[in-house]
């Protein structure tokens, strides 16, 4: 148990090494003098020099990479070309924003995904179980910003609830106004939601299929009972687990969702950071994003050995 | 006699005329398959054919009549230049399926060769670093990376497909690594290896044919994802540039529209969401005939 | 993009030596429709105000921004302000006179003016701003607002003197823009590089928070000079990016004032709770065609091009039918505008042109826009007037930094210039006219223009100026360096709730005496 969660952790300091220098590579993948880029084609060679020993672009390739990794170990990501900022500081001021939008994403998540999927496996080929389709097909075939602008186009436009759902003035606080990530959450549930649902409805149909579960249902228990002291409970782990796995996803899909719903988070600074060409920027916020995942990826394997002793591990 | 039990793989895919028909059959039997088919053919139709059968030019302005909603005339309404809604949205499929079917493939290549590598030589330093590598593309939030990746190599299609079929690798690196694993061990590949066949050969001839549904049948499915992926890069401006058509850059450049003009934006979107259903109740159906 | 060199005033006052006498002291700022029927000013609460894209810096030296400015305007105030009327008058200075021969301006400050840091606000001060904005080092955009400054002398601590090389004319006008901005040195020094984002000032609202990408928070200065103001305990400028939801924020009230208004979001305005403030703009909205190489370096074609842009479908179709057709860099509203000015739209003129220039089937040239939905519009509207002389035009979108990037350095061959409004000519037109200025290296270069630009800025005399731009606003539009089309207006969105709120015409507002009821 110890070795396998041992293993992981190495695992996961392998993808943050090797994320790092995919990170790293981003900038040096520009073709041509990145300073040069990054200040337009007829800079004055004597800016050029200048944000070259900025950015450290003078030095051989592999001089650079080990620097940024030592200043990364340090938890130095360098100084934003725009606000002129540690990048650090940016991240720190953002990252609340996009955590606090996530988990209010997954609890909506949650809160639709649960009781529809666990029902839809129950009574499976049953009404809940098409409502469960019904909702992961438009998870699937709608990307997020449509399901965005449809949400504002209902709530906003035509059942004029834009008070309640507090879809403008996101650059405030949830802790003030805990309504302002109520639209934008729900968008980004929706696609969570749906397979969340397939998921939990597989296992539902699984665990009321098995052996164990037809034998305890011979014992004259109460089909209620069977439901939520044996069914429910086996179908919960994987479903919570596999939202852990969805962290990934769900960081991609809050990019665009805090493009339209302003919402002041990782992904406006990362966005804002890609177009102005503010690199540092954009390297820091990768990094805490892809950091952010690795180390929940890490936590929902430990917690599965924990409390799932079927899993090997080797 | 054990060795009769085990089948070929290669069955599989070099069946007999006979399999593949029931299994054609088989597909067909369920009507949402058939449908989904059909819409796949009629959109792409749509896309080849835009000039015949879109019912006005996609660029032609036509100021008098700007924001003109649904009519028989025009049936998606006009935009805030008096174009056709529903003629941009039929040109605006070539990008849409270019883009999406070009990183798909590309990243089915690309996935592919790196996992029929892993999987052929496991546990080796090759294997480490190239699904370790897999792994750490992975946790990149997926449209932070294509984005990232889209606007440093430069607008354009080319640059646009790179970007998105790099986010698309590793999942086929992933599956074909397993199934070379299992299918390595295999008697007719041990047996090949063992009538002296070179690495490469055992491969190319024996490996990869029997792999090959399962990543088709993914690549399928993932062809609707990349259409998402690519509206949703076009939404945020990485795309073709204007006035050509593409329904993510349609939906995003007519946002101001909302209230007052929604068919500009849900035009575009039915575009979207219709071409993905279509694309992924086929990859299903698909699923369903190989598993 | 918005270039902005907010220099206001009107020039009456430069003539005079004294500028306290001739203009009197400050006026009562009640110009809103709403604010003159409902009385009682309300101390205190919360002012929101929507805008339609985020902050880059607040440091004055660095800012080219509108919206940068416009809060900014509040954080330090001005040196001279802008009366509702269109008059220059004192504010942190009280006083400022200008010598016989137009070299000397000798500035005298408020007594006991305190920076929100605490330290005092002195002449000192103003000296150290200056020469930071002068230092190569500090790059700062405002240098032409300085002009030929030789000598910046400390007579005491509420007075200096500033001495130029030669005449400069608009000097007393950019006193109420960014140079007019004075920070405090001490914040300067500590905070260094992150000033921008840490600004400290001695105006009505002391910079209390700022969310990257997100809302800037002001709070009242308790200390600030005028006693009893400002009303308002809190300002927070929210970057409210979409359009419509920055109207739907005004309807609904989470947002008080909507700057500006998307003209495509006028319908949406809803009566019961806010209305338009519509006042005419300054500033140009101009079609820049560079003219140092490839088609458009041939006179003709950029006078095809004029021919061809219907200026009123523009307006119609991007302006929803704001604003007024421009012809020149001077708006109606400039003292310089030249009413008999103007160029028909003719597509018989265009294709004549284009046989003059030596290609009768026309040529092709790319345009450079921002990615926004309105260069979107106005980019195809374009395309498509043009495609009906058989000139075509490529249009690439690019994000901000880039545009910017390239307009500066001359990288494009056609791109958009929205220059905001100041009452002084000089400031709208100087820096895109003057050939060995020129900031948008659009290569044009006609001795005669930058004779007639500089001895208006050297000259006082008003009439003589006014001749000298007309006869510039000519020469532009037979040679079209730029195509000239709108002269927009200033669109606000303003919730009933606000009083003592005042649109100007340059888009500065001044939040000192604007209250809010509930």
């Known amino acids: 148990m110890v070795q396998y969660v041992v293993r992981r952790l190495l695992l996961s300091l392998v993808t943050a090494w090797l994320v790092a220098t995919i990170v790293f590579s981003l900038v040096h993948l520009v073709p041509g003098n990145p300073a040069l880029v990054i200040l337009g084609v007829q800079a004055s060679p004597a800016d050029v020099h200048r944000l070259d ?19 990364l170990l340090m938890g130095h990501l360098g100084t934003s070309l725009i606000y002129n900022e540690p990048v650090i500081h940016l991240i720190f001021q ?91 959450g729900l968008t980004l549930a929706i696609g969570l939601a749906g397979p969340l649902m397939r998921v939990l409805r597989v296992e539902v149909m699984e665990a009321a299929g098995s052996d164990y579960i037809r034998t305890v249902r011979m014992m004259g228990i109460s089909e209620r009972r069977i439901l939520w002291k044996w069914v429910f409970k086996n179908a919960l782990i994987p479903g919570l687990t596999f939202l852990g796995t969805q962290l990934a996803l769900l960081m991609g899909g809050v990019v665009i969702i805090e493009e339209i719903f302003a919402i002041p988070g990782m992904g406006s600074l990362i966005v804002t950071a890609i177009f102005n060409k503010d690199y540092p920027v954009v390297q820091g916020g990768i990094l805490a994003m892809a950091f952010m995942v690795i180390i929940v990826n890490f936590l929902v394997d430990t917690v599965y050995a924990l409390i799932d002793p079927r899993i090997s591990y080797h | 006699m054990l060795t009769v039990t085990i089948p070929d793989p290669r069955q599989e895919v070099t069946a007999t005329p006979d399999i593949r028909h029931r299994m054609l059959r088989r597909f067909s039997r369920r009507p949402i398959n058939m449908m989904g088919l059909l819409l796949i053919v009629g959109i792409v139709c749509a896309g080849l054919g835009a000039h015949w059968i879109a019912p006005y030019p996609a660029n032609a302005t036509h100021f008098a009549s700007a924001l003109r909603p649904p009519s028989w005339h025009h049936l998606f309404g006009t935009d805030s230049l008096g174009r056709d809604v529903l003629s941009r949205i039929i040109y605006g499929t070539n990008a849409s399926l270019l883009a999406s079917m070009g990183a798909v493939g590309l990243a089915l290549g690309a996935g592919t060769v790196i996992g029929l590598a892993a999987g052929y030589w496991p546990h080796s330093l090759l294997d480490e670093m190239l699904m370790r590598l897999m792994d750490a593309i992975l946790v990149i939030p997926p449209l932070v990376l294509a984005l990232a990746l889209a606007f440093i190599l430069g607008s354009g299609m080319v640059n646009a497909i790179f970007a998105i079929s790099v986010i698309f690798s590793p999942q086929f690196a992933r ?30 001839r024996h490996i990869l044919p029997s792999i090959l549904q399962p990543i088709l049948v993914l690549g399928t499915l993932d062809v609707g994802s990349a259409i998402i992926v690519e509206a949703s890069l076009a939404y945020l401006g990485l795309g073709l540039q204007p006035p050509a058509p593409s329904w993510g850059f349609m939906v995003s450049s007519n946002v101001n529209y909302l209230s007052q003009a929604p068919w500009l934006i849900f035009g575009p979107s039915l575009a979207i969401a219709l071409t993905v259903w279509a694309v992924t109740i086929v990859g299903q159906g698909l699923q369903e005939l190989s598993s | 993009m918005t270039i902005t060199n907010k220099v206001t005033g009107a020039l009456v006052c430069l003539l005079g030596a004294s500028l306290l006498a001739a203009c009197g002291s400050t006026t009562n700022s009640s110009a809103s429709p709403t604010a003159g029927t409902k009385t009682a000013t309300h101390a205190g609460g919360t002012l929101t105000i929507g805008t339609y894209t985020t902050y880059e810096t607040f440091d004055p030296a660095t800012s080219h921004t509108l919206l940068d400015q416009q809060i900014m305007d509040n954080i330090y105030g001005t040196l001279l302000q802008v009366s509702p009327s269109g008059q220059i008058v004192p504010n942190m200075a009280t006083h400022v006179s200008v010598s016989a021969n137009g070299l000397q301006y000798v500035i005298t400050l408020r007594k006991g003016l305190q920076f929100q840091d605490g330290t005092p606000f002195t002449a000192t001060a103003i000296k150290y701003n200056w020469e930071r904005i002068l230092n190569p080092a500090t790059a700062s955009v405002q240098v032409s607002n300085l002009g030929p400054v030789s000598k910046i002398t400390v007579n005491s601590p509420t007075q200096l003197t500033v001495a130029f090389s030669q005449p400069f004319a608009p000097f007393m006008d950019n006193l109420t823009g960014p140079i007019g901005m004075i920070a405090s040195p001490t914040a300067i020094q500590k905070e260094g590089a992150s000033f921008g984002s840490h600004p400290v000032g001695a105006g009505p609202f002391a910079f209390q928070s700022w969310v990257p990408n997100g809302a800037v928070t002001l709070t009242r200065y308790s200390h600030y000079w005028k006693t009893g103001y400002p009303l308002l305990n809190t300002v927070i400028f929210d970057p409210i990016l979409s359009a419509s939801t920055l109207v739907d924020s005004l309807d609904n009230g989470q947002i008080q004032i909507a700057d500006v208004l998307d003209p495509t979001q006028l319908s949406q305005v809803q009566s019961s709770t806010a209305h338009v403030s519509e006042v ?78 030596g290609n009768p089937q026309g040529f092709t040239f790319t345009v450079q826009a921002q990615n926004t939905s309105k260069y979107i519009t106005l980019t195809q509207v374009l395309q498509s007037e043009l495609a009906k002389v058989g000139i075509t035009m490529h249009i690439q979108l690019l994000a901000l930094s880039t545009y910017l990037t390239n307009l500066n350095s001359g990288a494009y061959q056609a791109n958009f210039i929205n220059m905001s409004g100041s009452l002084d000519p000089n400031s709208v037109s100087y820096i895109f006219d003057e ?76 939040l000192g005496r604007v209250s809010v009821s509930h």
Do not use: C
């Open chain 3, 435 to 510: 050939s060995s200025v020129n900031v948008v290296k659009n290569g044009f270069n006609d001795p005669v223009v930058n004779h007639l630009m500089n001895a208006a800025l050297t000259t006082p005399n008003q009439t003589a100026r006014t001749k000298d731009y007309q006869q510039v606003a000519q020469r532009m539009s037979r040679d079209v360096p730029m195509v000239d089309l709108i002269n927009p207006a200033i669109l606000l969105g303003v919730g009933h709730t606000v009083h003592g709120f005042v649109n100007f015409p340059t888009q500065y507002f001044y």
């Open chain 2, 175 to 204: 599956v074909v690594r397993s199934k070379v694993l299992t299918v390595r061990t295999l008697p007719f590949v041990e047996a090949a290896q063992s009538a002296g066949a070179g690495s490469m050969r055992i491969l190319w």
């Open chain 3, 280 to 357: 005419p703009g300054l500033g140009w909205f101009g079609f820049n065609l560079n003219s140092a190489s490839g088609p458009l370096a041939n006179v003709h074609n950029r006078r095809a091009v004029q021919y061809a842009i219907n200026r009123a479908v523009i307006r119609q179709l991007v302006f929803h039918n704001t604003g007024s057709l421009a012809y020149s860099q001077f708006s109606p509203t400039s003292w310089a505008y030249d009413p008999h000015l103007s160029v028909p739209y003719s597509t018989a003129q265009a294709k004549k042109e284009l046989v003059a220039a």
């Open chain 1, 53 to 71: 020993q900025e950015l450290h672009l003078n030095l051989p390739v592999w001089h650079q990479y080990g620097d940024w990794l030592g200043q």
């Open chain 1, 94 to 184: 953002s990252l609340p924003r996009t955590i606090e939008l996530s988990l209010v994403a997954m609890i909506l998540s949650v809160i639709i995904g649960v009781p529809v999927g666990l029902l839809a496996g129950f009574h499976h080929g049953g009404l809940w179980d098409r409502l469960s389709l019904g909702i992961a097909t438009l998870s699937v075939v709608l990307p997020g910003f449509v399901i965005a602008l449809v949400f504002i186009y209902l709530f906003t436009f035509r059942w004029h609830w834009m008070e309640i759902a507090g879809i403008a003035h996101t650059g405030i606080s949830p802790w003030i106004n805990p309504l302002v990530y109520l639209v934008p």
